[in-house]
């Protein structure tokens, strides 16, 4: 029996609809029975420079994306300049026939690293600088190409359909491109015109000619194209099947566990899970949970913070949405909030650092500043989810976090979770349970806020709670908010709140500190959105007999330790495995548990892994072939 996996690449400049064609493309084969992953790379401009978007569409559950592409829809010269020679023997290319003999420079867009390193590998196989050598290379390498004359198509669609308009609206060779394909690999047409009149429900009239150049590009690839070995036909879809975007995962869980203000100010990646709640403001109320989540756009990254907090301390849910450069501006708020034990939520989508960096890029670069974020000691939680369905129900658990141990919760994602487009089962908010802690409904008289207690955890009052008054300082203080130097009490009040740290280790499920998915002599430690592409190496090397264990850390800080030295205690070899340059977890790793790491397999260029690189990388460890550090470089 043969198994699906196929991988579609769609590319052109950005502002082209891109990432609205890979949409379209996602959710028709997401209808049709498919498991999806996506991932979507663009610059940091709002238009003209490469952005593309990879779907790899499989018959089985998928956790990332491979090196490979098997049918590639291009609409620009540049689209085939960098990613022709990721096209498989047997895949194929869609390309804009006008584009033909296009030298590499007139597409000014071409960085000259880049353009440096085609011109090398046209000229040692004696190619000429234009689409045309690079495709003669695709062709000789067993790629099948597919030429279509995209303005022509709409012209001749402008002449069936008597609609002047279509001539020259290129803004719908994204569509075609999406449909061509669609078309190609056989995929049933009314998927197709469904799923963009789904799209397209609030805008009758762009849904008619959206479906008209569908149908018109579907039923052009089918006549004409012949001779392709892949075919997408559809499987039985699995019930309870969601398509959704990697940011929707942290801001439905925020609306499920009872999130009532976020503070934010824009920041890429951060921005859009933000956005998507402010378009949801309003929502049905569920077991008498109330249904209006406030967000509110900040002058400033402190502004957010500091309202925040404001919010927390009325005993409303509050957290904020940032990335790298902004969390930065947020820590000495942070900092405050700790000494004040209030609990907040602290979303924080990782990019490629340092200072601005790649401002649209992925990298798991934040976790040791995360750790220890904020000058002096003060208790915090830092929590990583694995994938976006996780992340819906670690959401729930973060605020909990929070508000049972009254402290800041810092929750990682990133830039690769952000854009990416999967399928997985539907997200149950009945799963998510609220615990708000030792938060008061009544206070009697003499109420102190931070009073000691066995557990190290003070009852807490909130604003406007009769007899529930209290005190709040970024300076130290006694039990009821008053600022103090006494030197007994500074170290009284310093151990209530750090033995909180214990307190978290011996009271989180260890489930829900680390997930073991078995340990071998071989076994890696990950963490976050690197733990898709190592799950999907791991099953590649598995089906050659070769068995590798995986830890995945998702808490870590206070960093569990002991259990973890528990976990590993007959194993051998340690491979960590990140999106950093030094290898952040691994220096987490030896300082709690004692242990070195063997090997490192890191990635830093800016783009996310992808398990061909995670598999190769482990096939040269195994074969003792590889170096202490193995460095991952592909992506465009």
């Given at each position: 029996m043969s198994f699906v996996d196929f991988s579609w690449l769609i590319g052109g400049p950005q502002g082209s609809g891109i990432e609205s064609g890979a949409n379209i493309f996602s959710k028709v084969c997401a209808e049709m029975g498919y498991q999806i992953f996506g991932k979507r790379e663009f610059y940091s401009n709002i238009k003209g420079e490469h952005s593309y978007f990879t779907v790899r569409v499989a018959d089985k559950k998928i956790h990332s994306n491979v090196n490979d592409v098997t049918l590639m829809a291009a609409f620009d010269a540049e689209t085939i300049f960098r990613h022709f020679n990721e096209v498989i023997s047997g895949g194929g290319i869609i390309y804009d026939s006008d584009l033909g003999d296009t030298p590499t420079d007139s597409v000014h867009t071409l960085d000259a690293p880049f353009k440096e390193r085609l011109h090398k590998e046209l000229e040692s196989k004696n190619k000429s600088f234009t689409i045309s050598g690079v495709l003669e290379i695709a062709k000789d390498n067993g790629v099948k190409l597919f030429p279509v004359s995209f303005k022509s198509l709409l012209e001749s669609l402008s002449e069936e359909t008597e609609n002047p308009r279509l001539k020259g609206l290129i803004r719908m060779f994204n569509v075609i491109g999406v449909s061509l394909s669609l078309g190609l690999v056989k995929m049933p047409p009314d998927s197709l015109q469904k799923t963009i009149e789904t799209i397209f429900s609030k805008k009758p009239e762009i849904a008619k000619i959206n479906q008209q150049t569908a149908n018109y590009s579907y039923n052009y690839a089918s006549a004409k194209f012949e001779n392709f070995d892949h075919t997408l036909p559809g499987v039985q879809k699995e019930p309870g099947t969601i398509l959704i975007q990697g940011f929707q995962g942290t801001a439905l869980g925020k609306m499920a566990c009872g999130c009532r203000l976020q503070p934010y100010y824009p920041i890429t990646p951060a921005s859009d899970e933000s956005v998507y709640l402010e378009s949801n403001e309003i929502l049905e109320i569920i077991d008498e949970r109330p249904g209006s989540t406030a967000v509110i756009q900040t002058e400033d990254e402190i502004c957010a913070m500091g309202m925040t907090i404001g919010g927390a301390l009325t005993g409303t849910r509050s957290a904020t949405c940032t990335s790298g450069p902004g969390f930065a501006l947020m820590t000495e708020m942070l900092g405050w909030a700790g000494m004040n034990e209030v609990p907040v939520v602290i979303t924080n989508y990782q990019r490629s650092g340092p200072s601005t960096g790649l401002p649209t890029r992925h990298g798991q670069d934040d976790l040791l500043f995360a750790v220890y974020?904020?000058?002096?000691?003060?208790?915090?939680?830092?929590?990583?989810?694995?994938?976006?369905?996780?992340?819906?129900?670690?959401?729930?658990?973060?605020?909990?976090?929070?508000?049972?141990?009254?402290?800041?919760?810092?929750?990682?994602?990133?830039?690769?979770?952000?854009?990416?487009?999967?399928?997985?089962?539907?997200?149950?908010?009945?799963?998510?349970?609220?615990?708000?802690?030792?938060?008061?409904?009544?206070?009697?008289?003499?109420?102190?806020?931070?009073?000691?207690?066995?557990?190290?955890?003070?009852?807490?009052?909130?604003?406007?709670?009769?007899?529930?008054?209290?005190?709040?300082?970024?300076?130290?203080?006694?039990?009821?908010?008053?600022?103090?130097?006494?030197?007994?009490?500074?170290?009284?009040?310093?151990?209530?709140?750090?033995?909180?740290?214990?307190?978290?280790?011996?009271?989180?499920?260890?489930?829900?500190?680390?997930?073991?998915?078995?340990?071998?002599?071989?076994?890696?430690?990950?963490?976050?959105?690197?733990?898709?592409?190592?799950?999907?190496?791991?099953?590649?090397?598995?089906?050659?007999?070769?068995?590798?264990?995986?830890?995945?850390?998702?808490?870590?800080?206070?960093?569990?330790?002991?259990?973890?030295?528990?976990?590993?205690?007959?194993?051998?070899?340690?491979?960590?495995?990140?999106?950093?340059?030094?290898?952040?977890?691994?220096?987490?790793?030896?300082?709690?548990?004692?242990?070195?790491?063997?090997?490192?397999?890191?990635?830093?260029?800016?783009?996310?892994?992808?398990?061909?690189e995670v598999y190769d990388s482990l096939k040269k460890i195994i074969q003792n072939k590889a170096n202490k550090r193995e460095i991952l470089m592909h992506g465009a």
């Open positions: 974020a904020g000058h002096g000691d003060f208790p915090k939680i830092v929590y990583a989810s694995g994938d976006v369905e996780e992340s819906f129900y670690d959401t729930g658990n973060c605020f909990n976090y929070a508000d049972v141990f009254q402290v800041p919760v810092i929750h990682m994602m990133d830039k690769f979770h952000a854009s990416s487009v999967i399928t997985c089962k539907r997200f149950d908010p009945q799963k998510i349970i609220i615990n708000r802690g030792k938060l008061l409904e009544k206070v009697d008289d003499g109420y102190r806020r931070f009073e000691f207690t066995d557990d190290g955890v003070s009852p807490r009052s909130r604003l406007g709670l009769d007899n529930g008054i209290f005190w709040n300082t970024g300076d130290e203080s006694d039990e009821f908010g008053h600022i103090s130097e006494d030197p007994i009490l500074r170290v009284k009040m310093m151990d209530k709140r750090m033995s909180r740290l214990d307190l978290i280790l011996k009271n989180i499920p260890v489930e829900e500190q680390v997930v073991s998915f078995g340990v071998e002599e071989y076994t890696i430690i990950s963490w976050g959105s690197t733990i898709g592409p190592v799950r999907d190496a791991l099953d590649l090397l598995k089906k050659e007999g070769i068995s590798i264990g995986l830890i995945q850390l998702k808490l870590l800080n206070p960093f569990p330790g002991d259990y973890v030295n528990s976990l590993l205690k007959n194993n051998k070899t340690i491979i960590d495995v990140e999106a950093n340059h030094s290898g952040q977890l691994g220096k987490l790793f030896k300082q709690n548990t004692g242990r070195d790491v063997d090997y490192f397999i890191l990635k830093y260029t800016g783009r996310a892994m992808t398990s061909t």
